[in-house]
């Protein structure tokens, strides 16, 4: 007997063993899903690997494969199994994460009423069993149990469930869900034989069989084009045996639109890239791990030498990996890609692409059909045959961490895929992350320069405006937002006919309202934030989950009348444009412009056809685009990101201004970009202000020794959650008392030390309230065990613990 070992989407460590039919016996493959009884449930399984012996005898079998071909490799398996334990994630649900869903099947109780109830029963149901029974009745007497507790508003029905089944009253029956995602067929219709010369055929058949007989099997979709009336002119061929028809499935690819460009110039490699370039065959021809930095100012000429490096990785045979940081950017550089490698399917895995195309192109993927993948964070999971060559851009880039569900940094994750298979990965940034550049001076990373723009155009002239003088000058009672440079700037640039790009930080800038009497602030119910005004719908919205109402005109304290708005958001900020320069075309570009399919890509189009003088936006405009009009930057304020809680808050400051900086004069035109701020002299902000990467670098490194942050040690953030702020709290309490018994050797002889525990940023979100505790200490091995042991006593306090391991712990 054989058996296989099956993980399951389940908060444990734990794996199953079943057995398998002997219908089944030779399609049982690693890699595969299968459909697997599950206590009372039917649910998916990944099949793991063969086992041959078990300790048990009563084994399950499985009921069903439900892919035809694996989705991975034993590679692949061996590096998500690192992922699970590394970011201490449940193996099934690593899986379940990673690998295109859609098809995962599982059955859904569903309870009914039973009609005949035997006579003289002396049971009268309790009334909350008797509000099961109505609820029942008045849904045509069945539902599926999950709706049910969703109609009762109860999370635990169990007992009364069960006490209805036990008198009879109630049945239950597991139903199999359908799948989201199905296989796409289509007909493919084939010459049989020639037909004999006089066969008698109308002119439509005999046109048909001509056209198969010049283009072969062809699929019924293109046949349509050409014909009419096509399926009973098949019937009618198939009948007399002179036509086949057959089924086949067929590829849904990421259906991304191109930017048409005026065909690929020709673009011989500069001096540094030539010599990056150089480096990164040498590591390709190696087939070792080869990690390097490749540091570039914008505009440098990276995606020229990543494209290089593709087509070298490509002509020895490997397959690549290329992770941005915006999902927007895809079809600007699947343009780029497809013009440089014509003939090479492009795959691009990102959340914006239908669950099914993502299965497909999967499965392209892992067969080889597929060799170059495109996309966001979690393209790094692809199955890519043969891997040799991983490219990160924009490394430093905050959204490759996946802040829910597995916690992880596809930039890390991308060092540790590449070193399992001995690949090459080139990590791109204008402004490599601390840790990244401090591996480079330790030898761990190669390090690669594009020190020029190319064609020699200038950096940019940083200018910075101090808003505290400001302040001082101009009296006004509304929020200050302009300075007076920038206003002139802003005039002067729109006089000169070219473009403007003001950029306000997401985070920390919005416009809220307040009462003008009582001084009231509308704040979420669920979450401890100001409910953000949007003027154009009329309502007001928290921007954590959701929650909106109309906006109101009393205040809900006082009762007074008189509601302001206050604070700036981009909306706001784009109102003011238009109240000073009232005949200039303003845009903006923030996540409420862009929710709707191509709007996003509407707006960079009137950008760059010119049909836009100032566009308005929040870090989205920051990324990636190279429009050559734009020559002045506006940066509202700098100093929300120099405030928050964290210790890389300068870092990401300098990287952001240096990224914003870059959008400017980018074309012939000289670029100029202001910052406003009330913090003119911090080192951020100076560094950025003469682009000096290295400067910066020094100052932030010799600080980061001080204090002991990484990349002088390691860091683990738990973030601790409760619906209840006391158990919370309790929760808490115990779970530094947990650490401390458990690392009393490690804190006593200063392995370890434990920061906080302190309330979150926003210690109330989604009516959950939140804390932070810090974990510190050089020992990757202390610390993951320790991580380890928390998360699972946490499952017994029945606190919600998630912990954020950083960065690059096994290098
Ligand atoms: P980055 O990715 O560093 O921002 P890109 O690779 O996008 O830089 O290059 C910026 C611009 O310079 C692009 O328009 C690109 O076509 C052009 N470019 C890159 N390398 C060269 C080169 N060697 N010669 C001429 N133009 C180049
Ligand atoms: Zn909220």
Request: glycine fraction near 8%; charged fraction near 25%.
């Amino acid at each position: 007997m054989m058996f296989i070992e099956v993980a399951v989407n389940i908060p444990s460590d734990k794996t199953f063993t079943y057995a398998i039919p002997e219908s089944l016996k030779t399609s049982v493959v690693p890699g595969k899903r299968v459909l697997i009884p599950f206590g009372k449930k039917r649910i998916t399984g990944y099949v793991l690997g063969e086992t041959s012996v078990t300790h048990r005898d009563d084994v399950k079998e499985i009921v069903d494969i439900l892919d035809s071909e694996p989705l991975f490799h034993n590679e692949d398996l061996k590096f998500y199994r690192w992922l699970s334990r590394y970011y201490h994630y449940p193996l099934g649900k690593t899986l379940h994460e990673i690998l295109p869903g859609g098809i995962h099947l599982k059955s859904n109780t569903w309870v009914s009423l039973v009609t005949e109830t035997s006579e003289g029963m002396d049971y009268r149901p309790s009334s909350s069993q008797q509000r099961i029974l109505d609820v029942l009745n008045r849904s045509c007497g069945i539902l599926p149990l999950s709706i049910l507790r969703k109609q009762l508003g109860k999370k635990d029905l169990g007992r009364d469930i069960s006490a209805l089944q036990k008198m009879g009253m109630i049945a239950l029956e597991e139903r199999m869900a359908k799948p989201g995602v199905t296989l796409k067929k289509e007909k493919i219709i084939a010459l049989s034989h020639e037909p004999p010369e006089d066969a008698r055929m109308t002119k439509k058949q005999r046109a048909l069989i001509e056209f198969l007989r010049l283009h072969g099997p062809s699929p019924i979709s293109t046949l349509r084009r050409t014909f009419t009336n096509i399926p009973s002119t098949i019937i009618a061929l198939e009948q007399r045996r002179m036509v086949t028809v057959s089924e086949k499935e067929v590829y849904r690819g990421h259906g991304q639109r191109a930017i048409i460009k005026e065909g690929d110039r020709q673009i011989i490699l500069n001096e540094d890239q030539d010599s990056a370039l150089k480096e990164i065959t040498r590591g390709l021809d190696g087939n070792t791990f080869f990690p390097c930095l490749l540091h570039g100012v914008t505009g440098s000429g990276k995606t020229e030498v990543y494209l290089s490096a593709i087509r070298e990785c490509l002509a020895r045979g490997g397959g690549a990996i290329c992770l941005v940081p915006e999902i927007a950017l895809t079809p600007q550089l699947m343009t780029r890609f497809n013009a440089r490698f014509p003939n090479e399917e492009i795959a691009i895995l990102h959340s914006g692409i239908t669950k099914s195309s993502r299965y497909d192109q999967w499965r392209r993927i892992r067969s080889g059909e597929t060799r170059v993948v495109i996309g966001a964070r979690s393209a790094i999971f692809a199955p890519v045959k043969n891997l040799k060559l991983i490219i990160v851009d924009e490394e430093h880039d905050t959204s490759y961490k996946q802040e829910e569900r597995m916690r992880y940094n596809a930039r890390d994750v991308a060092i540790m895929k590449a070193q399992l298979h001995r690949a090459t990965v080139i990590l791109g940034s204008a402004t490599p992350a601390i840790h990244t550049y401090y591996n480079t001076i330790k030898g761990k990373y190669s390090y690669l320069t594009l020190p020029r723009r190319t064609e020699d155009r200038p950096l940019p002239v940083v200018e910075i405006v101090d808003m505290k003088q400001e302040k001082k000058v101009e009296d006004r009672e509304s929020p200050l937002i302009f300075s007076r440079m920038l206003r002139e700037a802003i005039r002067d640039t729109i006089k000169k006919g070219q473009q403007v790009l003001l950029f306000l930080n997401r985070r920390g800038f919005h416009t809220f309202m307040v009462c003008q009497r009582c001084g009231y602030v509308f704040t979420c119910l669920n979450c401890a934030v100001s409910l953000t005004y949007h003027a154009g719908r009329g309502i007001i919205k928290c921007h954590y989950c959701d929650f909106s109402i109309k906006t109101p005109s009393e205040c809900p304290s006082c009762h007074g009348d008189r509601i302001r708005s206050y604070g700036v958001g981009t909306e706001r900020l784009e109102e003011e444009v238009r109240r000073l320069f009232p005949d200039v075309r303003v845009a903006r570009m923030d996540s409420d412009t862009t929710s709707k399919k191509g709007a996003y890509e509407r707006i960079i189009d009137a950008l760059r056809r010119r049909e836009i003088d100032v566009l308005v936006g929040t870090q989205m405009i920051t990324k990636g685009h190279d429009f050559p009009d734009i020559t002045l930057v506006g940066v509202i304020s700098a100093d929300t990101s120099l405030n928050i809680p964290d210790f890389r808050a300068s870092e990401r400051t300098f990287q952001l201004l240096t990224q914003v900086a870059g959008r400017g004069g980018r074309g012939k035109a000289p670029g100029r970009v202001i910052i406003q701020t009330f913090n003119p002299d911090h080192y951020a902000l100076i560094k950025a202000k003469s682009h000096d990467y290295l400067g910066f670098y020094g100052n932030e490194i010799n600080l980061r020794r001080g204090m002991a942050y990484p990349p002088f040690s390691r860091i683990v953030n738990l973030h601790v959650s409760s619906s209840s702020k006391s158990r919370g709290m309790e929760g808490i309490e115990k779970t530094k008392l947990i650490i401390r018994e458990e690392s009393y050797d490690a804190i006593r002889e200063g392995k370890i030390e434990i920061v906080g525990p302190a309330e979150a940023p926003i210690h109330k979100l989604k009516g959950k309230y939140r804390w932070q505790l810090l974990i510190k200490g050089k020992d990757s091995r202390i610390l993951h065990r320790l991580v380890r042991n928390i998360l699972e006593k946490a499952h017994t306090t029945g606190l919600d613990i998630k912990a954020d391991i950083d960065p690059l712990n096994f290098m």
